[in-house]
């Protein structure tokens, strides 16, 4: 069973930056992907790396956030620059159980399987 867990969130204030990690039990060969959610709306997907480093970002992060991950560490990465108010919502890593396959979205909560728990992260104007 793998098992996830977030760490990093905390709260800054607009313009400012923040670390994410999200350390696994085992090592992941597949998709793995950085979420948020606020109260009342759905998991939104900002962040995905593949198998193989490629990377994919919503357009509401694209150039401030930065995903990485370390195999050997079994940790996934987000780097968040340039904080805004709108960032603020409990963020979580998730891993799919396979592949995903090519035309499917890479950002939908349906593709991933495992999820960590979360962390908060709050910007504040």
């Known amino acids: 069973q793998v098992q996830l867990m977030e760490s990093g969130g905390g709260s800054v204030q607009a313009g400012g930056s923040l670390s994410l990690e999200c350390t696994g039990n085992?090592?992941?060969?597949?998709?793995m992907a950085w979420f948020r959610q606020t109260p009342g709306n759905k998991r939104e997907g900002i962040a995905t790396?593949?198998?193989?480093?490629?990377?994919t970002y919503a357009e509401s992060v694209s150039g401030r956030f930065t995903i990485a991950k370390n195999n050997f560490l079994n940790t996934l990465y987000l780097r968040m620059n340039k904080l805004e108010p709108d960032d603020t919502a409990m963020y979580f890593c998730?891993?799919?159980?396979?592949?995903?396959?090519?035309?499917?979205?890479?950002?939908?909560?349906?593709?991933?399987?495992?999820w960590g728990q979360g962390t908060q992260v709050t910007v504040s104007s």
């Open positions: 790396i593949d198998r193989d480093g490629r990377r």
């Open positions: 998730a891993a799919s159980l396979g592949t995903i396959a090519s035309g499917r979205d890479a950002l939908s909560a349906d593709e991933y399987t495992y």
């Open positions: 085992t090592y992941i060969d597949s998709y």
